[in-house]
């Protein structure tokens, strides 16, 4: 199935969207790792709600499930386990696999870092070095060798977000704090990589409210991350958290997909919510447009690039109902680079990964 979003300025032609088989959890699964590795693609672990839904009464459970799909047309299969059921971290695709960063499970937050990576004959995980702080909930992506993360919580519960910055060589093995996030600090932002600037779109304040308890804020402002630090970019158009994120580049604008705008937060009855809005946000030459609707709106999900298609591995539909789906938008952009490509051995450096 072929869709397309509307054209305009931003984009040579209409966005392309089409289909991959589904993940084999029926229910799906939000905040998943999902990356490349070799020439596969690979999705693991995530959160959903087995048991029935949230306002039911289940319980959110964590999985440890790594799934790999070797071919479009191919079958996923199981290619083995985490070291522990986790969610809710970053995840960039490098040289030898997927890099994996922090995350929670139901009782904390971690600062682990792992790389993912198929293997002949079987499977691997290779510890890398740890963040100096737990993090979960926070954006990342990949710059050149550089793995940058910022903002997220320590802790459960939606109590406290950070604005704190950190940046790992995989060359060195070696996390680096770098200057703290301006504006407020937050959660659930989207983050997109230019090959030379680490970027950062909107999020979520945690901010006291007057009866004494925390509330959300959404937010719209944008940051960008050089050699020199940090610079303030145009904010969006609307409040956008937990887009699908790294956003991918088409056509030279990157492209926010959807995501939460706050506009739907607290519906009642939550069981009739109508989903996240799909609105997408395009930024180019830092100007803002809007280029229609995504087909199937997500939030709390990775983008990885896989055969030449920025891919969306299941993610939310809207608050404790994820979908299995797995969709592909063509033509993302790469250019020569450092990271392995999927189409034979040249190597690349996907923008926006």
């Not at 993912?116 to 990342?140: C, Q, S, V, W, Y």
């Not at 993360?149 to 790992?168: D, I, W």
């Not at 506009?263 to 030459?285: C, D, M, N, T, Y």
């Not at 709106?297 to 109902?321: H, M």
Request: proline content about 9%; some cysteine; hydrophobic content about 40%.
């Amino acid at each position: 199935m072929i869709l397309a979003a509307v054209s305009s300025a931003f984009a040579t032609e209409p966005l392309k969207w089409s289909k991959l088989p589904p993940i084999p959890d029926a229910l799906g699964v939000a905040a998943p790792y999902a990356g490349v590795s070799g020439t596969s693609l690979i999705v693991a672990g995530g959160a959903n709600f087995p048991g029935g839904m949230p306002w039911e009464g289940g319980k959110k459970v964590w999985h440890d499930r790594v799934w790999a799909l070797d071919k479009p047309d191919g079958k996923w299969r199981e290619a083995g386990k985490l070291p522990r059921p986790l969610g809710y971290g970053v995840s960039v695709t490098a040289r030898g696999g997927v890099v994996c960063v922090g995350g929670s499970d139901a009782d904390r937050h971690y600062a682990d870092t792992f790389l993912l990576a198929t293997e002949p004959d079987g499977f691997r995980i290779k510890p890398l070095a740890p963040l100096p702080i737990p993090l979960a909930n926070m954006a990342g992506a990949l710059v050149g060798d550089n793995v940058f993360v910022a903002g997220g919580a320590e802790v459960p519960g939606e109590k406290e977000a950070t604005n704190r910055a950190f940046m790992l060589s995989l060359e060195k093995n070696e996390w680096k704090e770098i200057a703290s996030l301006p504006g407020k600090a937050r959660i659930l932002a989207t983050a997109a990589s230019d090959g030379d600037r680490f970027m950062v779109f909107g999020g979520v304040a945690l901010v006291p409210a007057s009866d004494g308890k925390v509330v959300r804020e959404y937010l719209r402002d944008a940051w960008a991350y050089d050699r020199k630090g940090w610079s303030q970019l145009p904010d969006m158009p609307r409040t956008v958290a937990a887009a699908p994120s790294p956003l991918p580049r088409i056509s030279g604008a990157f492209q926010v997909l959807g995501g939460d705008d706050g506009s739907r937060f607290g519906f009642q009855p939550v069981e009739k919510h109508p989903g996240f809005p799909g609105v997408i946000l395009a930024f180019k030459a830092d100007k803002w447009t809007e280029l229609g609707v995504v087909p199937a709106p997500r939030a709390t999900v990775p983008v990885t690039f896989w055969n030449g298609a920025a891919t969306i591995p299941s993610g939310e539909v809207r608050p404790g109902v994820r979908s299995p789906e797995v969709w592909r938008l063509e033509g993302a952009e790469v250019v020569p680079g450092n990271t392995r490509s999927t189409e034979g051995r040249q190597r690349v450096r996907v923008i926006g990964r």
